[in-house]
């Protein structure tokens, strides 16, 4: 482990990040007079990384910085129509077909949409973004917007690998075996979901749980709806198992994209941590390009990682279109780039489980950083 010197360290309430990411361009504050200049110094790399950003994204076209990825969501949405006509065919090739369709457009929609959504990427404007919010996450995801974007954008993006923060926690089951957690567990996700929107629903008010309730149960009962009127299902309980196949056939990797980007990289105190270009770097990590999972999930989630967490307003094509700049940008200041392919990753949980996701995973101290 290397560890970093107590004047690279910041205090949690230091954290730029805790008004969103207009304070992205700000400095950060030096702890001490004469070592004001230093700070300035090293904050002044993120910067320069912002600035070879910033100009990337003004010579993009609206296509570029949103237009591809709206598109993949119209596609997704248009492939619903065939996936349904295809649910009634009694051959069961077809069938096959329209549940590989639908399960497809749905990890589009639920993976990548609410995750742009969250981040207020699919639009310029705050009404639309709002709008999209509650459309991705609750009516199509079954999650409630508002706790939704808090723990992903407030809590997961502003204190990524702090422990307690936001060290992805969430996903840890340590009373599960490996297996069972890795391969198993995942599939319940689209149970789960709803449940804990439910039991999200006192930390709102109640218009907002109104909502979120009206919202989910739409969704939820859109597709039911469709799959005993268009599709022809026949009983409940089989249109019911249709929608849980569907929604589960991506949760697998869903769950592993979850972890495996996070933990078992360097963890910090949210007492004592790097400023963010270092948290980033050291605490983010990327996949290689994947055709089935980059177009699913969205580049951001998968080879983008690292882009993402440094600029996490951009699109994911955006982010697939900066990934050269920052990749360069990082190896010649020096610092972390890290990658790893999804078997790799893959095998080391599987045989380092309990130390990853049972024990409480050890802090990073970053020394030698300049």
């Not at 069938?95 to 457009?105: N, Q, S, V, Y």
């Not at 709008?131 to 996450?137: D, E, P, T």
């Amino acid at each position: 482990m290397q560890n970093v010197p107590e004047e690279c360290s910041r205090d949690a309430a230091d954290d730029p990040w805790e008004e969103g990411e207009r304070t992205l361009f700000q400095h950060g504050g030096a702890p001490g007079e004469g070592k004001a200049a230093e700070a300035a110094d090293r904050e002044s790399l993120m910067m320069e990384l912002t600035r070879l950003v910033q100009a990337a994204v003004r010579r993009s076209s609206w296509w570029e910085r949103r237009g591809l990825d709206c598109a993949i969501l119209t596609a997704a949405f248009a492939c619903l129509p065939p996936a349904f006509l295809l649910l009634s065919s009694s051959r069961v090739l077809l069938f096959a077909l329209g549940m590989l369709l639908m399960g497809a457009a749905h990890a589009v929609i639920t993976v990548k949409g609410t995750h742009l959504a969250s981040h207020g990427a699919l639009s310029e404007s705050q009404a639309w973004g709002e709008f999209w919010a509650v459309f991705f996450i609750e009516v199509c995801g079954s999650f409630t917007a508002r706790v939704g974007v808090h723990a992903h954008v407030k809590m997961h993006h502003a204190h990524t690998n702090v422990i307690g923060l936001g060290d992805s926690s969430t996903w840890r089951l340590p009373f599960l075996p490996r297996s069972i957690y890795l391969f198993v567990a995942p599939l319940a996700v689209p149970i789960i979901t709803p449940l804990v929107a439910l039991g999200q629903l006192r930390r709102q008010s109640a218009a907002q749980s109104l909502r979120t309730v009206l919202m989910v149960a739409l969704g939820l009962y859109a597709q039911y709806w469709l799959l005993l009127n268009a599709s022809g299902f026949r009983s409940a309980g089989g249109a019911l198992l249709c929608m849980l196949v569907c929604r589960a056939m991506f949760s697998v990797p869903y769950i592993h994209v979850n972890i495996f980007q996070h933990i078992g990289l360097s963890m910090f105190s949210p007492s004592r941590r790097p400023k963010r270009i270092y948290q980033m770097t050291y605490g983010v990590l990327n996949l290689p390009r994947n055709p089935l999972l980059d177009w699913t999930f969205g580049h951001s989630l998968i080879s983008c990682h690292v882009e993402h967490h440094l600029f996490p307003s951009l699109s994911d094509n955006m982010c697939l279109k900066v990934k050269p700049i920052v990749s360069k940008y990082l190896k010649e200041k020096k610092l972390p780039y890290q990658e790893d392919s999804y078997l790799s990753r893959l095998h080391l949980f599987f045989h380092k489980y309990q130390e990853l996701m049972v024990f409480a995973p050890p802090i990073t101290e970053l020394v030698g950083v300049q």
